[in-house]
């Protein structure tokens, strides 16, 4: 089973829909992200959460928000969608201790029509 | 603005030979960098990494170099296999990535 799971994998969707991401680990890291990769961009941090308590917007977080329900668990939402957050979004963790890599989940292709 | 840059979209190689990939910064606060790789609908994995008080980490094949005072890392696979075939992502420990070079190693 995998470490970092994204639900759904794939999703369509039409513009103004809500929509949620969701991301669950099993690794028992603290720390959960939310990234954007769009072509020629790489990946850009939208949400990260270092702790339950903890949420801090990253350099792409408007039109998003999040949910961290429990240490596992790490969801992202779109509000309002609109076609121009059509990407393919990675979920990722880590350690909380200094300079550890992140563990990413496969992603969840999002279009938006 | 984009402070981890890898100008190279591409790059292809035979196999055997050394692949070099590059990455360029611009805050010389960045004091530690990782280098992901990615296989299609598959999310990053971790390949290896370098702290600012060094200029090189070996594992294997890979070497990553940094020189602090011209703001440049990279990675050297050697020898390049085709299983190396991905896009290779520089990233700082401050969540921020490079926009990724594809490697294609050719048998």
């Known amino acids: 089973d995998a470490d970092v799971t994204q639900t759904p994998r794939n999703r369509i969707t039409k513009t103004g829909k809500r929509i949620m991401l969701e991301c669950s680990q099993t690794?028992?890291?603290?720390?959960m992200y939310w990234y954007r990769q769009d072509p020629g961009l790489g990946l850009r941090l939208i949400y990260y959460?270092?702790?339950?308590?903890?949420?801090n917007k990253g350099e792409i977080s408007d039109g998003y928000s999040v949910s961290r329900q429990a240490q596992a668990k790490f969801s992202l939402s779109l509000e309002s969608a609109i076609p121009n957050q059509t990407a393919l979004y990675f979920c990722?963790?880590?350690?909380?201790?200094?300079?550890?890599?992140?563990?990413f989940g496969d992603g969840t292709r999002l279009s938006i029509l | 603005d984009q402070q981890v840059k890898q100008n190279s979209p591409s790059l292809s190689v035979q196999e055997g030979r050394i692949s070099i990939l590059n990455c360029d910064y611009t805050?010389?606060?960045?004091?530690?960098f990782l280098w992901y790789k990615k296989y299609p609908a598959e999310g990053p994995t971790f390949l290896i990494s370098?702290?600012?008080?060094?200029d090189k980490n070996e594992d294997g094949r890979f070497t990553v170099f940094l020189n602090k005072s011209a703001k440049h890392l990279s990675l050297h696979i050697v020898p390049s296999q085709p299983g190396d075939s991905a896009v290779y992502f520089c990233?700082?420990?401050?969540?921020?990535f490079g926009a990724g070079t594809r490697l294609t190693v050719k048998p």
């Open positions: 990722a963790t880590s350690d909380r201790s200094f300079n550890q890599p992140q563990h």
């Open positions: 690794k028992g890291h603290d720390r």
């Open positions: 959460s270092f702790d339950v308590k903890d949420i």
């Open positions: 805050n010389s606060m960045f004091d530690y």
């Open positions: 370098i702290s600012s008080i060094k």
């Open positions: 990233a700082t420990n401050d969540m921020r």
